[in-house]
């Protein structure tokens, strides 16, 4: 560069310097200002985020883990089995037979819950007949049979004359019939 050209940009910098000072002075100033008003929000923004992450992002997270459990454990299982079946290790009678194995038991499964309801459904119905039946004949209604037998105090004396004047009676009553 010619000396005329390092002239002029010694010349500019002289003049530029001094308001790059202040530029940078006000920038540390502004900062300053901006993070004195902007740092309590900030603080208060953060906490808020934070809290409202504890009540609602971490029991969803913790939710949706626990129904992903059973699915990814399946998914392993699978994955197992398809490799295993890919290598070689387990024949197709194999799989077949643990197929089949799964669909009995997922039969027996609805047997056993078909009858649990029926039998609950059976002596529900029973117990509500039971209630019904004593409702519309309770035994306080009921009239008491005649006594058939003698009493204790009687003697059986007593008992064959009222049997002795109770056969003239009918006697009488036949011949007049007659």
Do not use: C
């Not at 939710?63 to 392993?76: M, N, S, Y």
Request: positive net charge.
């Amino acid at each position: 560069m010619s000396h005329n050209g390092k002239s002029g940009v010694r010349h500019a910098t002289d003049m530029v310097t001094p308001y790059a000072v202040t530029a940078k002075d006000n920038a540390v100033r502004y900062a300053h200002r901006a993070g004195t008003y902007l740092a309590p929000r900030a603080r208060r923004a953060a906490a808020e985020a934070r809290a409202r992450y504890a009540e609602q992002v971490v029991p969803r997270v913790a939710l949706a883990k626990a129904a992903a459990g059973p699915a990814k454990d399946q998914a392993a299982a699978r994955s197992a089995a398809a490799l295993a079946a890919l290598r070689g290790d387990i024949s197709p009678g194999e799989i077949a037979r643990a197929v089949r194995k799964r669909e009995r038991r997922m039969r027996a499964g609805r047997a056993v819950r078909r009858v649990g309801l029926l039998t609950l459904v059976a002596g529900g119905t029973f117990a509500v007949w039971r209630w019904w039946s004593s409702q519309t004949n309770p035994d306080w209604l009921m009239e008491p049979s005649p006594a058939t037998e003698i009493a204790p105090g009687e003697s059986a004396a007593s008992a064959d004359r009222e049997d002795s004047r109770a056969v003239p009676e009918q006697e009488s009553e036949q011949s007049t019939a007659g």
